[in-house]
C-alpha cells in the first residue's frame, strides 16, 4: 500500500506517532527499468546501422559486376574457365583457338562427361582439345576450382591466366584465385549469360535474387579469406 504523506498512529501507551511515508518502488516507476530500455535501443541502432552497411555494400558489388568490361586484347599464359553454363566454355573455347592462350583448364567438369561431348557442345576441334585442353573434375565449389586450378598452373609455371567465368561469379572466383594464386596475374574476362541483363538488374526479380545470393557467397568467401590470414598469425 502506498501513502502519500505521513499517517499517524496511536501506540500502546496511548502517544500519537506518524509512520514513516512509503516508497513508491513499482516496476512502472524503478529506476532498473531504465538500463534494458537503453540496451535495446543500442541494439536496435547497431542493427540499424549494419543493415544500412549490408544494404551499401550490395549495391556497390552490384553495380560493380553490372560494370565489368571485357578485356581490350586478352591475352595469358594460359586460360581457366569455371564451369557453370556451357556459354563460359565456349567462349574459353574460342579463346584458345584464337591463339591468345597456350593452354586452356575447364575447371570443376564433372565425372561422367567426356572430352568429345565437351568438344561437340563447344563446336571445337578435337585435336585442339587433344593438345591444349586439361579437364578438372575434382573441384566442386569456386574455392576447388581455385586449389585445383594453382596446382596445375604451378606444375605448368604459368605467370598470367585468363579467368573466365560469369560477370557475376568474377568477383568471388577472382578472390579465391588471388588468395590460391597471390604470385599468378589474373586477367578478368565476363561472361554475359543471354536473358541477364546485369546493368539493369534492379528491374528483374530474378536478377535481384541472383545477385543477393552471389552477394552472400562472395562476402563469406571473403571473411573466411580474412579469418584464415588473422589465425595464421
Known sequence: MLWKGPVEVETASGESGQMPQAVDTTPETGAPKR?????????????GVLCLALLVSFLDFAQRVGSISMPGDPRADA???????????????????EGR??????????????????????????????????LDRLALNTAGNATETAAWAQSHAFRSL??????????????ELAEALPDVDLVAYPVYPSGLDLKAWYLSP?????LMREYVKYTLARLRIVATHLTSF
Open 206 to 210: 530474378k536478377t535481384i535474387h541472383l
Open 162 to 175: 585468363l579467368v573466365v567465368t560469369s560477370a557475376y561469379h568474377l568477383p568471388r572466383a577472382q578472390a
Open 35 to 47: 538500463p534494458p530500455v537503453r540496451r535495446r535501443a543500442l541494439t536496435c541502432l547497431f542493427v
Open 79 to 97: 586460360i581457366v574457365v569455371l564451369t557453370g553454363g556451357t556459354e563460359r566454355v565456349e567462349r574459353a573455347v574460342s579463346l584458345l583457338s
Open 101 to 134: 592462350a597456350m593452354r586452356l583448364l575447364i575447371s570443376g567438369v564433372h565425372p561422367g562427361t567426356t572430352r568429345k561431348q565437351i568438344a561437340s557442345i563447344t563446336s571445337a576441334d578435337m585435336p585442339l582439345f587433344d593438345c591444349c585442353v586439361d
